[in-house]
Nanobody, 119 residues
């Protein structure tokens, strides 16, 4: 009954920006998340960590995106964001939202949103 719904992907030229959103959605019970994050997967490659943010606002970034991407969240909305600036062609991938539900052992994944950076 709980899903992560992603939006904001698209096509952008190198040097441009995109903002991804991922909102927890569901019925049947009240819920909230601990750590939330973003991962990405390019064709033929493994899924790699991009950034994470705890419920208290502590952040962690992959070295490849430090200084260019910013992760943030709105706990009241169960939503996590990824502001991507100075995009490079190597950022092209499917981006997946991830979240850990408070009080449960479950980890949730979004369906993915395509980000394509042209040169």
């Amino acid at each position: 009954q709980v899903q992560l719904v992603e939006s904001g992907g698209g096509l952008v030229q190198a040097g441009g920006s995109l903002r991804l959103s991922c909102a927890g959605s569901g019925t049947g019970s009240v819920f909230s998340f601990n750590t939330m994050g973003w991962y990405r997967q390019a064709p033929g490659k493994q899924r790699d960590l991009v950034a994470t943010i705890t419920s208290g606002g502590n952040t962690n970034y992959a070295d490849s995106v430090k200084g260019r991407f910013t992760i943030s969240r709105d706990n009241a909305k169960n939503t996590v964001y990824l502001q991507m600036n100075s995009l490079k062609p190597e950022d092209t991938a499917v981006y997946y939202c991830n979240a850990d539900r408070i009080g449960y052992s479950k980890t949730y994944w979004g369906q993915g949103t395509q980000v394509t950076v042209s040169s």
